[in-house]
């Protein structure tokens, strides 16, 4: 079994989103991993990291995982801000490491490249209507066992 295992790729993601602060300077700590939190009424400004795809390699440490992020805000020209903050934190990334918090992983975790693989989709939530842009990342990751 890789170490690839014991990651947790979307938290590691948020993780990486919340040390930027432009993107913290939008929606503070409010970063979520798969959906917002159940008692949400409504998202005001917000990501969400979400999978679409991608594994780790096997028998190695690396991983090509390919993420979405709905950047929510109250109109859709605040959730259009959300998304630059985003797509100027995580496209174009190079060989940046990343912080693991509590419940990412172990060990040290490099992001070797990020990039956009589109344009943004800008949607609303059905039966809601939450304004929110939906852009999709292809990231490669590498890990180091701490010994």
Request: one cysteine or more; aromatic letters at 10%.
């Amino acid at each position: 079994m890789s170490i690839t295992a014991t990651i947790n790729w979307l938290a590691a993601i948020r993780e990486y989103l919340l040390a930027d602060s432009g993107v913290t300077g939008q929606v503070s700590t409010e970063v979520y991993v798969e959906h917002l939190p159940k008692d949400a009424s409504t998202p005001g400004k917000a990501i969400i990291v979400q999978s679409s795809g991608g594994a780790p390699a096997s028998r190695m440490p690396l991983a090509d995982v390919n993420v979405s992020l709905r950047c929510y805000g109250d109109t859709a020209v605040d959730a259009w801000a959300v998304y630059a903050v985003a797509r100027t934190a995580l496209h174009n990334v190079r060989n940046q490491k990343i912080e693991l918090g509590g419940g990412v992983g172990s060990g040290d975790l490099w992001m070797l490249v990020s990039k956009e693989t589109g344009l943004p989709v800008y949607t609303e939530e059905p039966n809601v209507g939450w304004p929110f842009y939906l852009a999709k990342f292809k990231c490669k990751f590498v890990t180091f066992p701490v010994t």
